[in-house]
């Protein structure tokens, strides 16, 4: 536990930090953070919760591990040729009920490559539903604004790759 903590920590000052719903939240007490990135996986630190002590230090009070979806089937880019250029990974699988189902997905960019985790969302209400397969569709938005002309790989879940090249910078002045 101690060195998860650590860890985030050291995430927190170091590296920037993407957040899924909202921005980082301090109610003078608390402090809630969304995602929190690894070294090894985007997002992978979910729903953070710090205390502030009387000592003037932060105390982690509690985090999940993301559980990346396992039921994707295929992934698909889908790219306009208008400027700007907008990107959009199609992600597509089947559930195994007919429970609807929120998903969290995450991103981050290293070097020329978008690294893209999609996890359950742990804040679904738990419901009955019937057994039987059901398809999703999940469409995501890659921040490809301002990117300069150039090859770019994308990778979903360690599973599905692709890439995708910009002919021309991607800004409203070319």
């Known amino acids: 536990m101690k060195n998860i903590f650590h860890l985030i ?4 000052l170091m590296f920037p930090v993407q957040f899924a719903n909202a921005n980082p939240f301090f109610d003078g007490k608390k402090l809630m953070i ?9 997002a ?28 994707i089937t295929n992934v698909e ?20 009920s007919s429970c609807p189902k929120e998903f969290r997905i995450q991103h981050r ?15 679904s209400p738990p419901i009955l539903c019937d057994s039987g ?6 469409l995501y938005p890659l921040p490809i604004f301002s990117l300069k002309k150039g090859s770019y790989a994308y990778n979903v879940n360690g599973t599905f790759q692709g890439v995708f090249t910009l002919v021309k910078d991607n800004d409203l002045l070319h």
């Open 77 to 96: 880019l889908i790219q306009t040729d208008t400027l700007p250029i907008q990107v959009f990974l199609k992600i597509t699988g089947t559930l195994i």
């Open 9 to 12: 920590i050291i995430q927190l």
């Open 34 to 42: 969304s995602n929190v990135d690894s070294i090894d996986r985007v």
């Open 133 to 138: 397969f059901t398809e999703f569709t999940e």
């Open 44 to 71: 992978m630190y979910q729903d953070v919760i710090f205390s502030f002590t009387q000592e003037g230090q932060w105390k982690l009070l509690s985090f999940e591990i993301g559980i990346e979806e396992d039921l």
């Open 109 to 123: 960019m290293i070097d020329n490559t978008f690294e893209v985790a999609m996890y359950n969302s742990s804040n």
